[in-house]
């Protein structure tokens, strides 16, 4: 569905991820773990097209998107869900939600994905009036990941979603990212500061350190894999 | 602002002071028969003259200073930098409205005239024709380019010593100046005062190079030559700056020879074309440069001070102080 | 000896109305390109001049003049933000950057405006549009003129209310405005709804500015001698607040006139000194409370915003804090 091959990438002039390579395919559940600064975040910008890609190539189910416009990107159905300002603060919810799904044609469509997403989220229906800025926490990344799903996404890739949260919230949200995935059958990237949980949700893993692919595989052979514990991960990761 | 400030204040100094010294009334400074005064005592009075010139230039520079200080009021507690743009056009169209409303700053809207240059009695040791006119201005524009190379080397003693690498500190980065102690809000009064007196010092000269201070002369037009000037020689850059006003110099100049030399070959061409021609060109060469070469044809050098010596920086066999731009971080730089 | 009071007020609220339809535009652009354009004002001296050139063939016609007015800026609007803004914006260079731009586009649209009214004789030129007295009250003339101005400011706030609360492209500009990063990869069409923002604002100055041009006499300067005002009312508004806008565009208008006139009367005050009040309200408001007097959700929070992630390299979303 989704492949990386050889992506040098960063920002202005800087390269920060070096020569990864990675492929995801339909239905996966794919975790990017690493240290802090190991460039999680600018590894999926990079798919976004929010960064400047030097050498290698994105293709997307057969397209080739590398250095593609970010709004042309998301016509394909990537949904992303930022680390930071994943809502629009000075908009409704219910607009956040119309806004998030600009890219479906269909009317049924579209509303059939809205209420989807009220359905997985009802505290986002009792606030549909309410300027998103104004949420708590818990229900801004709640928004957050609603509104990546009213453009009903094929591949959701979520930028850890859980860092700011308490932890019993985090853990909501993480078990609805199971439901969404069993639902609507959606391939998801998650990336995750908290390499236990995320591994123990995905099928795959990826551990990126330093800019560079430190190792890949399921989350079975990471978690075997000491070195990798030991170096990067930290002794309670898993 | 300042330039205009000192400008006025000059001529209005000098205009005071020129019958007081010679004993003459000191009658209305505005009307017609004040300015013959002026321009026969400064032909008959060389050390009056001179002096005037000189305590009017005093003035100026002062007046400039305080109201560079008085400016720096608000201009340093903004907080967004466009802010103090905002506060500086506003500060220079508060002058020009109020010298041109107040009739007893300046004559207000008709400006005062009749400033002779300091040597203006020079041309009555010589013989007449067209050096009796021409040898008291070149004198003065001599004076002026020494002053202006006195400013350029000072400018320079500053933006090289201790002192100037504090300034770029503060301009760079305040927060870590603030960490090191440094008062970062004096500093930036300190250098608006000493860039004010700067500018009432030129204000001044420029008066009495033309002759008259009218407000209307001090349009936002002027400003924006300055500007042009600063960024097209790369700013923070004094040798930068000395090109980019070179440039902007020529161009106004070679406008207006240019313009005599069309308007003989095309009786009908309207002049006014020519000076707005120029501002439209100012305009584009901004444009261009903002685009293109933001850093101006001059780059900004290092600060030449002891350190820079003692440490051989920028030399080849220099040792390797700042890290290549194409290391990617460690730690938690850009990602989280 | 109050009967200078009604003409005055009523020239304020004209005045007033004059700014809310120029400045709306401004606070869009602020809004949603945060570029403080001090080009703005040049769209008001090109509305003008558009009035007076059309009406002389359409006179008293004013629904094509006031097209007229609002078609020649927004597409002298959408070629300043394509030859000149574009290209810095793309590169994301700094706000100061942007601001000396603005200044360099201003000098320019000026200048040409100066050439080509001293080539065809029209530096100082009126439009054919004839003005003349709908009632009188307290022996003050309404005039058309002036009623055109009041119910064209409400017309137009109300309209971009409407468009930008109701409509898909209102509101994908207010999602690029909150947020921008957001707004592209949610697939919105950025430079096309940039674009239409340009059409709005520039046409909102056009429009003012022929309205404006009935009542006085057009000039080349007249853009540059109402900018100051201009800011003082999105200074007023806190940057971004249409409500703001609005209510500053008033205060400017009675500050300008009413104040103005009340101090002429009983202090002796020079009318010469009226453009300081503006001024005085802008550097107050600078000083004491540079979020405006309007609340206002984004305000000045999104400029610093952006002035933060251009200056610090790679561009991160920013946290959604109120």
């Not at chain 2, 300034?167 to 009064?189: F, M, P, T, W």
């Not at chain 3, 300067?221 to 008033?250: E, N, P």
């Not at chain 3, 999104?302 to 959604?320: C, D, H, L, V, Y």
């Amino acid at each position: 569905m989704l492949e990386i091959r050889n992506l040098v990438s960063g920002y202005g002039k800087l390269a920060i991820i070096q020569d990864v390579s990675f492929k995801v395919d339909a239905g996966d559940f794919v975790a990017i773990v690493g240290p802090n600064g190991s460039g999680k975040s600018t590894l999926v910008k990079s798919i976004l097209g929010l960064t400047n890609i030097f050498e290698g190539t994105i293709t997307f189910e057969g397209t080739n998107i590398t250095s593609w416009k970010p709004e042309k990107i998301a016509k394909l159905k990537l949904g992303y869900v930022p680390q930071l300002g994943n809502v629009f603060p000075d908009l409704s919810v219910s607009e956040n939600l119309e806004l998030g799904g600009v890219t479906v044609r269909d009317e049924g469509q579209k509303r059939k994905m809205r209420e989807l997403v009220v359905e997985l989220f009802p505290i986002l229906k009792s606030r549909s009036g309410q300027r998103a800025g104004l949420l708590s926490g818990g229900e801004r990344q709640m928004l957050a990941v609603g509104r990546a799903l009213a453009a009903e996404p094929k591949l959701l890739i979520l930028d850890e979603p859980t860092a700011a949260l308490a932890p019993i919230v985090a853990e909501q949200l993480f078990q609805r990212l199971v439901e969404i995935r069993q639902k609507l059958n959606v391939t998801i990237i998650l990336v995750e500061q908290n390499a236990r949980k995320a591994l123990g949700l995905a099928n795959r893993g990826l551990v990126l350190v330093q800019g560079k692919s430190a190792f890949e595989g399921t989350p079975d052979q990471i978690s075997k894999d000491k070195d990798i514990i030991r170096l990067f991960l930290g002794e309670l990761a898993i | 602002m300042f330039f205009g400030l000192g400008g006025v204040v000059g001529a209005t100094v000098a205009a005071d002071l020129l019958p007081l010294f010679s004993g003459a009334a000191v009658g209305n400074i505005c009307d017609i028969s004040s300015r013959l005064s002026r321009e026969s005592i400064a032909l008959a009075y060389p050390a009056i003259s001179v002096s005037v010139w000189v305590i009017a230039l005093a003035f100026a520079m002062l007046a400039g200073g305080i109201m560079g200080l008085v400016a720096s009021y608000p201009a340093l507690r903004v907080k967004e930098e466009w802010f103090l743009s905002m506060i500086l056009l506003v500060g220079g169209e508060t002058f020009r409205i109020v010298v041109t409303n107040t009739p007893e700053i300046g004559c207000g809207f008709n400006g005062l005239d009749g400033i002779t240059t300091p040597f203006y009695w020079l041309s009555n040791y010589l013989p007449s024709g067209p050096l009796q006119a021409e040898v008291p201005t070149g004198l003065y524009a001599a004076v002026i380019v020494l002053l202006a190379i006195g400013c350029f080397v000072f400018a320079q003693k500053i933006c090289n010593s201790p002192y100037g690498r504090l300034l770029k500190s503060v301009r760079d980065d305040k927060v870590a100046a603030e960490a090191l102690a440094k008062d970062v809000s004096r500093v930036r009064k300190q250098i608006m005062v000493i860039g004010s007196i700067m500018a009432g010092l030129a204000g001044a000269l420029y008066v009495y190079y033309i002759g008259v201070a009218t407000p209307e002369d001090y349009i936002p037009a002027l400003t924006f030559g300055i500007w042009v000037m600063m960024i097209l020689g790369g700013y923070a850059n004094n040798r930068g700056l000395l090109l980019g006003a070179f440039v902007i110099t020529m161009l106004d100049r070679g406008s207006l020879v240019s313009g005599i030399a069309l308007e003989s070959y095309f009786p009908t061409l309207n002049s006014n074309l020519i000076v707005y021609g120029r501002y439209m060109v100012e305009a584009v060469i901004l444009l261009l440069l903002l685009v293109f070469r933001r850093k101006g044809l001059l780059p900004e050098t290092r600060v030449k001070t002891k350190a820079y010596t003692l440490f051989d920086f920028g030399k080849k066999n220099a040792k390797p102080s700042s890290q290549p731009a194409e290391v990617p971080p460690k730690g938690d730089a850009t990602t989280g | 000896m109050l009967e200078w009071l009604p003409g005055s007020i009523l020239l304020s609220l004209f005045q007033g109305s004059i700014y809310v339809v120029v400045s709306l535009g401004l606070t869009l652009t602020l809004a949603v390109v945060k570029l403080p354009n001090f080009a703005h004002a040049e769209f008001l001296t090109i509305g003008g001049y558009v009035g007076v050139v059309v009406s002389a063939v359409y006179p008293d016609n004013l629904l094509v003049i006031g097209a007229a007015a609002f078609l020649v800026c927004s597409a002298i609007g959408l070629a300043i933000h394509h030859i000149a803004f574009k290209p810095l914006m793309d590169r994301k260079v700094s706000i100061y950057i942007l601001v000396l731009a603005s200044f360099a586009v201003a000098q320019f649209i000026r200048y040409s405006v100066f050439s080509w009214a001293s080539v065809v004789g029209l530096l100082s030129a009126t439009q054919n549009i004839k003005v003349y007295s709908l009632v009188t009250l307290y022996n003050t003339e309404l005039t058309n003129v002036y009623a055109l101005a009041i119910v064209l400011a409400i017309l137009m706030s109300v309209l971009l209310e409407l468009f930008l609360k109701m409509t898909r492209m209102g509101k994908s500009m207010r999602a690029i405005a909150s947020n921008f990063d957001l707004a592209r990869v949610s697939g919105i069409n950025v430079s096309r709804v940039v674009d239409v923002m340009w059409i709005i604002a520039a046409g909102l100055g056009g429009i003012g500015g022929m309205v404006f041009g009935i009542y006085t006499t057009v000039t080349p300067a007249l853009g540059f001698s109402t900018l100051l005002d201009i800011f003082a009312v999105v200074i007023i508004a806190g940057l971004t607040s249409f409500t703001g806008t609005i209510i500053g565009g008033y205060i400017v208008g009675f500050s300008q006139t009413t104040v103005m006139e009340f101090l002429n009367y009983y202090f002796g005050v020079s009318l010469g000194y009226q453009p300081l009040l503006p001024f005085a309200l802008i550097i107050v408001i600078l000083l004491l409370k540079p979020t405006g007097l309007a609340p206002s959700s984004t305000g000045l929070s999104t400029i610093r915003k952006f002035a933060r992630r251009n200056s610090s390299g790679p561009r991160e979303g920013e946290p959604p804090k109120e």
